[in-house]
């Protein structure tokens, strides 16, 4: 174990000499059991340091509870909230459902039907049949009109025709005329699978072309309209009737055809 040494001031002078302390005398100084202490002793520091309570009571306070202030939002974020609302929906007017104006049937100046007056006037052309069917439409009695050519050419003659007499005819140049067509398929015949098609020619002058239609089980009047040239009507004025497409079984019911002016009482 080695030697511990405290230095010692010197504390006299005696007659001229300067007495240091023995040394080396091989006893080692004794050790203080505690070390020196500016406060005195242990318990002399303990008492000189303040409780702990007065410690803690030197904490600062917590901050207080401040209440929170609405943020103003930016300019830029109520664009951008408003770019995502959905635009107001337009200001319209209510829209009403008008009706279409309903074509009123036109008073026929000339017509005719398949009974006993008008029966022999209608003329088949090669390929075509009338015949009598047994069946009327409620107030006049319908024919079976039969066509076995498959197409139609735009002519009254590849169907039965009936000529319209020319006194007729000339009040017709440059008037809206109607052609109306009373007809249904025969009883076994399924709607849709057949045609009527029905033509009216004034001379060179005017021609409808064939216009067709799908009858259904029961009578129908079908109507067609146009508007004839001012020119002087010529000879021949026919109206023409026929099934499409043609064949053996291809037959329809018709019980009567009229022509009228549009607008006349």
Known sequence: MSKRYRPVPVV???GGSLLLPAC?????DPVPSEPPSFFG????A?????????????????????AAVPRTPRVEDVTVVSARQPPPPPNLSPMIDTPPTPQLPVPPDFEIGFDADGFGQWVP??????EGAA????????V???SSSPT??????????????AAIVDRYAGREIELTVRARVPEGTTPGTIEVAAIFTIGTEFNSGWQRFAPDTAFQSFRFRWTVPPSAPTLPNRIGIRAIPGGPEAAILVSVVSLGIVGEQ
């Open 125 to 130: 052309a090669p390929g075509n049949a009338v």
């Open 135 to 142: 069946v009327s439409d409620g107030r006049r009695a319908a």
């Open 144 to 146: 079976r009109v039969r």
């Open 12 to 14: 006299a002078l005696l």
């Open 152 to 165: 139609a050419i735009p002519d009254p003659t590849d169907g039965i025709f009936v000529a319209v007499p």
């Open 41 to 44: 002793s242990e318990a002399e």
């Open 24 to 28: 080396g005398s091989g006893e080692p």
């Open 46 to 66: 303990n008492a000189a340091r303040p409780p702990l309570s007065m410690i803690e009571a030197r904490q600062p306070p917590d901050p207080p509870q401040l």
